[in-house]
């Protein structure tokens, strides 16, 4: 059976631009009790923690991570793959990349307390000033927060799709090329340039006639965004990234993120194909600017 190499190698023939690079990483959910390959397993990170962000952006370069409870670096994208439960009242263990961000501008050293899963639902944390927890701000004395206030902040995170209750293991990310063809990604996530998203929206309205409707925010693009709300709606969903991806992970400034469930994603590659004729993409001014972002 065709796997996600197969499906991207196509993608990008059907693009018609010798030597075009197109940022792609295959996400794979793993729920409690499933069995994880020992193939996965290997590349679940122990001496560190990463965010989901960062996860993409590794399995963008070729290396594959697992994020599990323990590993992932972000609580907000903890919530939002399931991996805790959204009104836990106690911190997750251990240093975490996004939480150390908060502990060094405290400057409360050993006194230091992470904030909870709750902290984050009920819109604590992105409110830290108006919410009176300066301990909780990002970037020291001048950081207002996220949102003007925890209502606004409590209404922003209900709009922001997870899976909950928490029912998931691990998250799995993975470049087309991974070595274990049986394993099929559930989302495919594609980093693209604007000139790239204009032929991939031609080529699925191609075959569907259906306009693309996306739901952006600007926090939590790459898990919220990009991952669980494809994974939850089966439909394609947009961001231009969020402050953690574009500070954290350092996506680039020319690119942006669509996030595709994997059997739409198969069906917008033979759109894809089948219209190339229709949609001379190689002729779009900077579609041949391979290095461009």
Known sequence: MPGFMHFFDRLLKALEVPGLEIPAVGVRFFRQGASIPEGVQSYAPSALTLTSCQAVRQAELGDPVLLNLDNIGCIAAAISFGLVDQHQAHPLQGSRVYTELMHKQSGQENAFLPPTPKDFTEGVVY????????????????????????????????????????????????????????????????????????????????????????????????????IVRPYLTQQINLSPYCLGARLIAKFDANRLGIG????????????????????????????SDKNDG
Not at 157 to 184: G, K, N, R, T
């Open 260 to 287: 595709i469930p994997y059997a739409v994603f198969t069906a917008l590659v033979e759109g894809m194909e089948e219209s190339m004729g229709g949609y001379p993409f190689h002729a779009y001014p900077g579609a």
């Open 127 to 226: 409110a830290c000033q108006s919410s009176g927890r300066r301990d909780f701000c990002l970037f020291g004395a001048r950081d207002q927060g996220r949102f003007k206030d925890q209502d606004t902040a409590r209404s922003a995170v209900a709009d922001m799709m997870a899976i909950q209750p928490a029912v998931m293991e691990a998250v799995f990310f993975y470049p087309p090329d991974f070595h274990e063809p049986e394993l099929v990604p559930e989302v495919v996530v594609l980093s693209v340039r604007p000139v790239e998203l204009t032929r991939i929206i031609q080529a699925y309205q191609y075959r569907t006639g259906k306009r693309l409707e996306a739901s952006m925010g600007g926090l939590r693009a790459v898990n919220s965004d990009l």
